[in-house]
Nanobody, 120 residues
Framework: QVQLVETGGGLVQTGGSLRLSCAAPGRIFTNYHMYWFRQAPGKEREFVSAISWSGSSTDYADFVKGRFTISKDNAKNTVYLQMNSLKPEDNAVYYC?????????????WGKGTLVTVSS
């Protein structure tokens, strides 16, 4: 079974940084575009960032531009989300996802999520 496994979540203070990782062991990683979503308590899941299979294209939600950076290492079958200048409103479970299409609305697989908590 295909598995996407997120790690790197935790508790940080406002203004701090975290780097999330998403690994897909044994997967043909270059066949898929990779995405990050998040879901805060009591709210709907929302798009955060995306990166194309080649890494040549990226996309960010407006509320993270200038603070978050998405990247990937195809040799390691891993995608990253570097999160800087974290705010309490960034509190959420962060999910890794993939798709063969360049569309946030056509997701093939979802990870289990990793919790990010930002204290004020």
């Amino acid at each position: 079974q295909v598995q996407l496994v997120e790690t790197g979540g935790g508790l940080v203070q406002t203004g701090g940084s975290l780097r999330l990782s998403c690994a897909a062991p044994g997967r043909i990683f270059t066949n898929y575009h990779m995405y990050w979503f998040r879901q805060a308590p009591g709210k709907e899941r929302e798009f955060v960032s995306a990166i194309s299979w080649s890494g040549s294209s990226t996309d960010y939600a407006d509320f993270v531009k200038g603070r978050f950076t998405i990247s990937k290492d195809n040799a390691k079958n891993t995608v990253y989300l570097q999160m800087n200048s974290l705010k309490p409103e960034d509190n959420a479970v962060y999910y890794c996802a993939d798709s063969t299409r360049w569309s946030r609305y056509v997701i093939e697989y979802w990870g289990k999520g990793t919790l990010v908590t930002v204290s004020s």
